[in-house]
């Protein structure tokens, strides 16, 4: 056997895992462990071949070894002896036993459950928080099958989602082409307008390899956003838009579309048989549909009459006026029949509705030129290629190499559905919507089947996608809600999968421990809150206000790398197993976030490859214990026989099933699950376990190319893509509304109005202004910047804010740690590069050193990432901004889908001259 | 033969620093020692800006300065180009860290780490040899010398082929043998535009830096003047821009102002002592000034007990050279000074000159450091430690009224000088501004410029007029030889701790990025581009 290069231990070895500390994950990778020590991480080019990326790992992968290493972990359970519990308490923490640990938990579990599950509000007495986009399930072990054993959890109050996410994609992106998130098909793609999607630093490892390739074959990206991120600056183009009127310029490119070509440049076809563009509009804004099978109907030019949608042989009309007969179907199903009315298709609807929105409008809100935007439409159109086909994989499929991409806070909190509907609209124009090269959804969430994007598409009615909706029926919605943040009750969009809790209004749950919402039921804190992976305390919006109602939580359970600000009010602290110390199998491959498509689908093992620090205990032990001492073994190992733990035990031709009445120990667990993916992967053929995966690391079969399009499995079932008219949710939002009044809940009702079938433009900078000027009785011309933030490759999810490495690279990256100004505003306002200032919202103030340039607007401050620490080790010691404390939680600034954007106004005053 | 080359394309890079720590991990080098790092800079103003990642490290130079200045050997050249270190013969004097124009090597003087106390894979991993010693990217040579051994090819199997290019999620870098037509690295260099780093100084780097395909227009000349010259306008440079270099500090600057006027004052010593024997003492106090210049720069380097390694290189290096000629001047100077021989002072005198431009061509071979690699800087030192030698032997000679026509002619001989060094200095400073240098550098040297020629040569002028004048003020003639000499000693703390800014980073070409053009020339804190 080859050694490996390089100063060599006597006793050295490899061994692979992976990394999933962000949602762009899991990155494969390899560990070299000397005399029992990790020193060092490189790529798997093992999984070379089978890897988007070639096996690489990103940089937050290298954090990982100082992770195990860091002196500041909790390395023993603790307990609380200070029961007043705040910022400026000390917690007192001491170290105790495990055994004491989980029996001090394991008392309040069972207290509750000798209580009730649910409390008289009828919320969950447990909750349980936890980081972003999933990405703690893959290190949690076994935790989701306590977790199911349980019953009813509250896992929605936020710690970062609604304004951290892609929120209005994860919703609207689901339901128009399931598209929890949304990716251009960069290796096919040849022309992409990004707004604000941050991809060089949020893609991963497969997100920048992909892009770098596609800029090697001539790619043309245009980045529009206010400042220079990283991936403006290895984009072709940077076009400094004013924040939050991106909606402007896509409603200009719309209008450039429809109003300054001729239709043959769009895909008509793909118009008339895969969209709604020829369902004609009734007088209510409500399909006109066919009496007898509630169908709605399109013109057929052959025959000059109305039919049904699916009616065969169909030549629609895609514009004019029209007399049919029909009915619409409002709210409620209040049927509205109509005889020989005047009606037009919903395209022509479009064609008007966009008719004032052109480039010469949105020049002076985006302050864009004119001809910028008018430029950038005809590009986008020369680019599209409508009419030529790609074979893929023995398929012929449009070839569409035309994208658009969008940014979190575009994406989020007001203007995000004009964004993602114009995204949406504008692939379908060309019929660039889930073909190669186009706009392609990457992952399901909230439908299902979720194991891949085709199994989850089945027909609904009006010849689209079926799509869960909450119920808003008189006899089915919500009136109760199940969680604190109401998701369900207030937001149909969410549906009602494991993820919905973290989609909704989060914040609500925040909001209501200190004020009462109008006729919803009493939110009292949960008498269990579990919180892993994720620092609420400093990563949501007004974190000062969540970190005052964390502290009225009565027992607090953190699973704690480290001291950080939210655990500062946990009871315990239980040390789990850090990356390179636990014991886990993923499932990995297929198509899922971000940029992660692949050719290959399977499994990955993340093999310890130290051992635990101090008694840091493996995940999957943690939860056995806690289902062993609450009662639960039974429901827990049923879960995990389930496929909780990410397989199934069991299947066609091999069962490997835990018995359920035992404590397993983890590798017992893991082991069948190791022979339930080999069986799976081989349809039973093959069941080998732990070991092999230890050997090997990884092991996958093909994943079909054809499958990360959307489009043949629509034309397959003869679906169209619901757009460009959205009368599902005009209906949906106006039976909501009637839910609502009827309850009394009046304080939701600007969220109502934004149930349009098609979207107007919304002077959302002038929404926050006077959102700002109300609530907090400021003069908004004293708050003259639009603070912004990023996203970072070398810190975001990773919750590596306290590893020495990571601060060191990410300090190589322009702008980590300081609040980023245009140098030439600064220099008006007499501020000089290294100055100390303070930037302060209507709602409260940060510190933090100016870092000047002329990357940015002159109206946009920038800071980068989220660092308001106080208590984490190390990182309390970085004196960084953050813009988390500034952002208000208000009402007034969420939207219909439950979400805000990371934005607000600031002003900046210089305190200390720079050294 | 073969030549081992980087390359690394600016229109893939994201700056996302995992080569970074990837080199970090795989050499094991000390927090914030980054044998490879990206720079992340920006040219042009809002709204025409470019950003730019720009991968940097050492360049392993076909012609590297820092091998031609290394005193010991530690710094050598393989046959395939690279450039490595011996940690067991460098003595740490950092002197390769001046020369270097692409700040690519490092001096860790005491062990430290990411926390407060070594964490285990730091006590795993800690390397005492890299202590004191000057290191630096090593082009992974380990791993391509395993790949060889073992019938790999280096850049193409990730065994044989260094941890930045493996670790790169963007494939910005590659590494290949350019000397081999068929390699990855030159069908790169074939079908794509390249530049290096700094190549207009000669030191021919084996970094080369993709920034567009062969046949994209020339940004250059497509490029609207006025855009053009935005994007040489603002620019956010923090970490690119010439930096202060912090390696010669004060006690480097000690034996310059102390060998200096140490080896000025035993020239005039040994020539006026051929005529009045009693002034040979004077000589005492040279060699004094000379040993503490030495003994200074013994304080400094990281590894003293090494410091006799300081003689293995005397066929390249000045400092080698100046350690050989102080090692055969001391004796001889003693014995002359001891035996008054005419033709030993003679000698002695001849060779402290020797040191004294010994002293300038080590700082004129820094080519790291722009205000120093100018060759005025040879005439600048050698006129200023001359100056400096004739003002402190005024101030002695006036101590012998019996030599009135010594005082006299010491007088005008330190006046001449210091007039000749003023010119010297209007030369070398004018030659800077018309080249170009680091703004900076150019900032600190008009700062002092004042100062020097009042204290340097005026005040000396005035007192000398009035010192020749009348007997009875003759001892204001000690002043004006202390002024000459002051202001050459604080010329020189200046030269080396305050304008010794380095060559900092500089791009030929912005790169192309998907579509349309690569940019122009981007040079950061450079009075001229």
């Known amino acids: 056997m080859m050694k490996t290069p390089g100063k060599s231990a006597p006793n050295e070895q490899t061994v692979s895992t992976y990394c999933y500390q962000c949602v762009a994950g899991p990155d494969l990778l390899k560990v070299r462990v000397q005399d029992g020590v990790a020193t060092e991480v490189t790529p798997n080019f093992d999984a070379g071949v089978i890897h988007p990326a ?259 042989g169909v030549e629609p009309a895609l514009e004019g006026s029209f007399v049919a007969d029909g009915i619409e179907i409002d709210a409620d199903e209040t049927i509205i029949p109509h005889e020989r009315i005047t009606v037009r298709p919903a395209f022509e609807h479009l064609v008007a509705h966009v008719k004032n929105y052109s480039p010469e409008w949105a020049a002076s809100i985006c302050d864009v030129p004119a001809a910028t935007i008018r430029r950038i439409a005809n590009e986008f159109l020369e680019h599209a290629r409508v009419g030529e086909t790609i074979v893929v994989e023995g398929t012929t499929l449009p070839l569409r190499p035309v994208s658009i991409s969008l940014g979190k806070t575009v994406n989020n909190g007001w203007g995000g559905y004009e964004c993602c509907w114009a995204r949406t609209l504008i692939g379908c124009l060309f019929g660039a919507l889930e073909v190669p090269g186009s706009t392609l959804g990457t992952t399901v969430r909230l439908n299902r089947p979720a194991d891949n994007r085709w199994s989850s598409v089945k027909p609904g009615p009006d010849g689209f996608m079926q799509y869960p909706m909450n119920p808003t029926s008189k006899e089915d919605w919500i009136s109760r809600p199940t969680v604190r943040s109401v998701h369900r009750t207030l937001v149909p969009l969410v549906a009602d999968s494991a993820w919905s809790q973290a989609l909704g209004p989060t914040h609500l749950a925040w909001m209501m421990q200190n004020e009462n919402f109008e006729n919803l039921p009493e939110a009292s804190p949960p008498d269990v809150w579990f919180v892993y992976r994720t620092n609420p305390a400093i990563s949501f919006w007004d974190t000062q ?232 009785s400021v003069r908004i011309a004293d708050y003259p910047f639009w603070l912004i933030t990023a996203r970072s490759m070398q810190y975001s999810w990773g919750g590596n804010v306290g590893i020495q490495l990571i601060k060191e690279v990410a300090d190589n990256v322009a702008g980590h740690g300081n609040v980023v100004m245009n140098q030439q505003v600064a220099e008006r306002l007499g501020i000089a590069d290294g100055d100390i200032v303070e930037v302060r919202s209507p709602l409260n103030e940060t510190k933090g050193r100016v870092m000047l340039c002329e990357g940015i607007r002159p109206d946009t401050l920038l800071m980068i990432g989220q660092f308001d620490h106080w208590a984490t080790p190390f990182a309390k010691d970085f004196h960084a901004p953050s813009m988390n404390a500034l952002v208000p939680m208000l009402i007034d600034l969420t939207d219909a889908t439950g979400s805000s954007a990371d934005l607000v106004k600031v002003k900046i005053t210089r305190l200390e001259k720079a050294a | 033969m073969t030549r081992w080359v980087m390359v690394a394309d600016l229109e893939r890079c994201v700056g996302c620093q995992t080569c970074t720590a990837a080199c970090r991990h795989a050499n094991a080098t000390s927090p914030a020692v980054q044998w490879r790092k990206v720079l992340d800079i920006e040219a042009g103003s809002y709204p025409n800006v470019n950003r730019v990642f720009v991968p940097v490290g050492c360049q392993h130079c076909a012609d590297p300065p820092c091998m031609h200045v290394c005193p010991t050997t530690a710094t050598r050249q393989r046959a395939d180009g690279i450039v490595t270190i011996d940690y067991e013969l460098c003595i740490g004097c950092a002197y390769c860290e001046v020369a270097c124009p692409y700040q690519a090597r490092f001096l860790v003087h005491e062990p430290h780490f990411a926390y407060e106390a070594a964490t285990q894979n730091e006590v795993e991993r800690l390397d005492a040899a890299r202590i004191g010693v000057a290191q630096k990217c090593t082009f992974c040579s380990d791993r391509v010398d395993f790949g060889i051994q073992n019938g790999l090819m280096p850049g193409e199997d990730p065994r044989a082929t260094p941890a930045c290019v493996n670790s790169c999620i963007a494939d910005a870098l590659h590494f290949g043998d350019v000397d081999d037509p068929n390699s990855n690295v030159s069908r790169l260099l074939r079908e794509q535009r390249s530049f290096r780093m700094h190549a207009e100084l000669g030191t021919d780097p084996s970094f080369h830096y993709l920034y567009g395909k062969a046949d994209d227009p020339d940004r250059d000349a497509a490029l609207p003047a006025s855009q053009a010259a935005g994007a040489a306008g603002r620019l956010r440079t923090r970490g690119v821009e010439p930096s202060q270099q912090q390696h010669w500090d004060w006690k480097a600057a000690g034996n310059f102002i102390c060998g200096g006027m140490g080896s000025g004052l035993f020239v005039f010593t040994a020539l006026a002592g051929l005529a009045h024997g009693e002034l040979v003492h004077l000589g005492w106090i040279a060699l004094g000034l000379m040993a503490l210049g030495l003994f200074l720069v013994l304080l400094k380097i990281g590894r003293p007990l090494r410091s006799i390694y300081v003689l293995r290189q005397p066929q390249r290096s000045w400092m080698a050279r100046e350690a050989w000629i102080a090692a055969i001047f001391f004796p001889l100077a003693a014995l002359a000074l001891v035996s008054r021989l005419p033709i030993l002072l003679i000698v002695a005198a001849a060779i402290a000159g020797l040191f004294l431009c010994s002293q300038a061509m080590i700082l004129k071979e820094a080519k790291g450091i722009p205000a120093w690699r100018v060759s005025w800087i040879i005439p600048l030192m050698i006129v200023t430690g001359l100056a400096e030698g004739s003002g402190l032997f005024l101030a002695a000679a006036v101590q012998f009224p019996a030599a009135d026509l010594l005082v006299t002619s010491s007088a005008l001989t330190a006046l001449l000088l210091a007039a000749l060094r003023a010119w010297v200095w209007r030369s070398y400073r004018n030659t800077l501004e018309s080249d170009g240098a680091p703004t900076e550098t150019l900032k600190v040297l008009r700062g002092i410029s004042l100062r020097f020629f009042v204290v340097g040569l005026a005040i000396p002028s005035v007192l000398i007029a009035f010192g020749m004048a009348s007997t009875v003020l003759a001892n204001i003639l000690v002043a004006a030889g202390l002024c000459i000499a002051a202001a050459g000693a604080y010329l020189k703390f200046i030269l080396i701790t305050r304008s010794g800014f380095n060559q900092g980073f500089a791009l030929v070409h912005t790169p192309v990025r998907g579509a349309g053009f690569s940019g122009p020339s981007v040079k950061p804190g450079w009075s001229m581009r």
């Not at chain 1, 070639?54 to 307990?79: E, S, T």
């Not at chain 1, 989701?144 to 710690?159: R, V």
């Not at chain 1, 990206?221 to 939050?244: D, F, M, N, Y």
């Open chain 1, 54 to 312: 070639g096996g690489k790992a990103c940089v937050k992968a290298f954090g990982l070894v100082q992770k195990a290493y860091n002196p500041h972990r909790i390395l023993y359970p603790m307990k609380r002896t200070n029961p007043d519990k705040g910022r400026d308490q000390d917690p007192g923490f001491v170290r105790i036993s495990w055994d004491e640990a989980l029996s001090l938990v394991a008392d309040k579990l069972n207290a509750v459950r000798a209580k009730g599950l649910t409390d008289e509000s009828g919320y969950p007495r447990v909750a349980a928080s936890f980081g972003g986009g999933g990405t703690p399930t893959a290190y949690m072990g076994t935790l989701p099958a306590f977790l199911a054993a349980w019953g009813p959890i509250d896992m929605s109050f936020g710690s970062g989602q609604g304004v951290k996410c892609y929120h209005s994609e994860h919703l609207y992106g689901e339901l128009w082409h399931r598209g929890f998130t949304v990716s251009p098909d960069t290796p096919l793609c040849e022309y992409l307008v990004s707004f604000g999607a941050n991809v060089e630093a949020s893609g991963g490892v497969c997100g920048v390899k992909r892009h770098a390739d596609a800029r090697k074959r001539g790619m043309k990206r245009v980045q529009i956003e206010p400042h220079l991120s990283v991936t403006g600056a290895c984009s072709a183009e940077w076009i400094p838009i004013k924040p939050k009127t991106d909606s402007a310029f896509l409603f200009a490119m719309i209008h450039v579309f429809l109003h300054e070509h001729p239709r043959a440049r769009l895909d008509v076809p793909f118009l008339k048989h895969r969209t709604s563009s020829p369902y004609l509009i009734g007088p209510n804004g409500l399909f006109l549909r066919d009496p007898a099978t509630r169908k709605p109907l399109m013109h057929d030019i052959a025959t000059g009459r109305a039919v049904p949608f699916d009616a065969a």
């Open chain 1, 545 to 776: 206000a969540v970190g005052k109602a964390m502290a009225k939580f009565p027992f607090v359970v953190c699973f704690a790398y480290t001291r950080d600000e939210t655990n500062h009010v946990a009871d315990v602290l239980l040390p789990d197993c850090t990356d390179l110390e636990g014991l886990q199998l993923l499932r990995i491959g297929g198509t899922k976030y971000v940029e992660q498509f692949w050719d290959y689908q399977g499994f990955a093992l993340r093999a310890p490859a130290v051992p635990p620090q101090g008694e840091a205990k493996d995940f999957t032990w943690i939860a056995t214990e806690l289902a062993h001492r609450t009662g639960l073994l039974e429901p827990y190992n049923a879960a995990i026989n389930r496929g909780a733990a990410g397989i199934k035990l069991s299947g066609k031709n091999y069962d490997f099933s835990l018995a359920p009445e035992k404590a397993h120990d983890v590798e017992t667990i893991w082991d069948a699950s190791c022979r339930a993916a080999s069986a799976e992967l081989t349809d039973g053929a093959e069941s080998q376990g732990l070991d092999w995966f230890r050997d090997h690391g990884f092991r996958v079969k093909p994943f079909a190319r054809l499958q990360w399009y959307l489009y043949p499995k629509l034309v397959a079932e003869g679906l169209r893509f619901e757009q460009p008219y959205q009368e599902q949710l005009f209906r949906i939002g106006r039976e909501l509304g009637r839910r609502l009044h009827e309850r009394g809940i009046r304080w939701w009702d600007k969220q109502l109005t934004e149930y349009e079938p098609l979207p107007h433009w919304h002077d959302l900078n002038a929404l926050w202004e006077s959102a700002l000027e109300k609530h907090y």
